[in-house]
């Protein structure tokens, strides 16, 4: 039952049926058919991390590709345009990398983590003005926490100007950027196609995963960047 045991529920909790409005199929799995489904990590050529899984009624049926989106300031209203893409597990984290190229060689970091906070909201930690090389040497000793904890997340942005790449809690890629034209290079580069009516596993009911040892792992990242 190890996949039952580890994964915990999202800010959406799981829908229930009962068998007065839905049909059979809909209906809540026994435990074997739930630890099933949490086991399976391929669909089609897309292979999710272990992080996060789709409800058991697939409302987002994971795939890779991206589009476009935006951000809304809530403060004064101002839209930043935005890309969104999923990447399948064993190309994520170069994406990633590569994403950052265009933010220039210095960035700022902020680590977010929601291990001891899911209630409330995360935790973020900053580091202003470190080297992209450096930072890319220390993000590569915690490659498998970036991709596989579901409550880690990390932004690294442009200290000066309105950039911003994210790896978030779902392994979702997102781009803040005014010109989004470097960031599409290299997602095409990556093999990843544009997808304006894609949906993400985060717009779905879905389950995230965590481990004691992925908090340790993150206190440990924190201190390499000496973020706070």
């Not at 969104?84 to 994406?95: I, K, N, P, Q, W």
Request: net charge negative; proline share 6%.
């Amino acid at each position: 039952m190890r996949f039952l045991n580890e994964y915990i529920d999202a800010s959406r909790p799981l829908r229930t049926f009962s068998p007065e409005n839905a049909p059979e199929t809909l209906l809540p799995p026994d435990s074997e058919a739930m630890e099933a489904h949490l086991a399976r990590r391929r669909y089609g050529r897309f292979t999710l991390t272990e992080a996060v899984r789709p409800s058991w009624q697939l409302d987002v049926v994971p795939q890779a590709g991206y589009r476009f989106d935006s951000y809304l300031d809530p403060q004064d209203g101002a839209r930043l345009p935005a890309i969104v893409g999923a990447v399948s597990s064993e190309d994520l984290f170069e994406t990633f990398l590569r994403l950052l190229e265009p933010l220039g060689d210095t960035c700022d970091v902020v680590l977010e983590t929601s291990h001891e906070s899911k209630s409330t909201g995360h935790q973020d930690f900053l580091r202003e003005g470190i080297d992209r090389t450096v930072l890319e040497s220390i993000l590569w000793d915690f490659e498998d926490l970036l991709l596989n904890d579901g409550c880690t997340g990390i932004a690294v942005m442009h200290p000066e100007r309105p950039l911003e790449v994210q790896l978030d809690e779902h392994k979702l890629l997102i781009v803040y950027a005014h010109v989004r034209t470097p960031f599409e290079r290299i997602f095409a580069s990556q093999g990843i196609s544009r997808q304006d009516r894609m949906r993400f596993i985060s717009q779905g009911e879905h389950l995230h995963t965590s481990h004691t040892k992925f908090a340790r792992r993150f206190d440990e990242m924190t201190a390499r960047l000496s973020a706070s």
